[in-house]
């Protein structure tokens, strides 16, 4: 599957559970791509913003969409890595910040 492919999938997927794929398209493009080399990679498309183990079961919570996901979107507007985002996040009526980590530093690979 390449990168149009997985974009057109995931919208489909994602977009009736209110997650949307973040305006700024080349980003978007980009982050997909990065999660299409890490399936190669691990097998699995963990989260290219985050630093995988290469173990799924180590990495289950950051395999995209990441079990924080929900959580960033409703408090900020956007994942973590500005994948997806909210309407009004896309429809500038949600401040655009910094969302902060929310991995616990166990899970974490250093």
Known sequence: MNTTQLYEALKKVQE???????????????????????????????CPCRLSAGDRDKDRDIICPCAYRAADVTEFGSCYCNLYVSREWNDDLVE???????????KMTF
């Open 96 to 106: 655009h910040v910094y969302v902060p980590e929310r991995r616990p530093l166990d």
């Open 16 to 46: 009736p559970k209110g997650y949307f794929f973040n305006k700024n398209k080349p980003w978007v493009l980009e982050i997909i791509g990065d999660l299409i080399v890490n399936r190669e990679r691990y097998g699995y498309m963990s």
